[in-house]
Antibody
């Protein structure tokens, strides 16, 4: 069965960097995009961007360009989200999701909580 | 970017009743690339409907989607206790992908 398993919660100080992982199993990793979506406490869903596992091509929402990096390691079927220079506004749950060209975000990871606090 | 506005913000209904959730887009959206998600507290969102009206795998037939252009609707024909959650609409035909702000469906 398709599964996306994310790394554990992180606590970071403002200005730090953080890298979240998303390990895929149960399907051909290179066949589907990986999207990242975040959700601040008590708020809605915010799309951050996607990475194409086959090529490494990325597409970021404008808000995240320049300080967010999405990568992948096809040898271990894992996608990564790296945030640099985090602030308290980045406190959120970060989700990875598989992007199907027809069904869109059909499988989701369990989420990774990032807390940014001094 | 395409802004999606959901209404109502909160919907209070009883089990067995019919729920109608609306989503309006700031510009026309391809019906091929419109989806609805359900999210329960502490859980990741779950895909309910894609392509405006196609149910995702395992989604019961009491959930249905409709609409075109700028107006889309999610209908739950007969509410079950497990249906009380937050629902988000989303368009995925134009980058950036965007979500509505959510409709909270609560037990009356």
């Amino acid at each position: 069965q398709v599964q996306l398993v994310q790394s554990g919660a992180e606590v970071k100080k403002p200005g730090a960097s953080v890298k979240v992982s998303c390990k895929a199993s149960g399907y051909t990793f290179t066949g589907f995009y990986i999207h990242w979506v975040r959700q601040a406490p008590g708020q809605g869903l915010e799309w951050m961007g996607w990475v194409v596992p086959n090529s490494g091509v990325t597409n970021y929402a404008q808000k995240f360009q320049g300080w967010v990096t999405m990568t992948r390691d096809t040898s271990i079927s894992t996608a990564y989200l790296e945030l640099s220079r985090v602030t308290s506004d980045d406190t959120a749950v970060y989700y990875c999701a598989r992007g199907d060209p027809i069904m869109d975000l059909d499988y989701w990871g369990q989420g990774t909580l990032l807390i940014v606090s001094s | 970017e395409i802004v999606l506005t959901q209404s109502p913000g909160t919907l209070s209904l009883s089990p067995g009743e019919r729920a109608t959730l609306s989503c309006r887009a700031s510009q026309s959206v391809s019906s091929t690339y419109f989806a609805w998600y359900q999210q329960k507290p502490g859980q990741a969102p779950r895909l309910l409907i894609y392509g405006t009206s196609s149910r995702a795998t395992g989604i019961p037939d009491r959930f249905s989607g409709s609409g075109s252009g700028t107006d889309f609707t999610l209908t739950i024909s007969r509410l079950e206790p497990e249906d009380f959650a937050v629902y988000y609409c989303q368009q995925y035909g134009t980058s950036p992908l965007t979500f509505g702000q959510g409709t909270r469906l609560e037990i009356k």
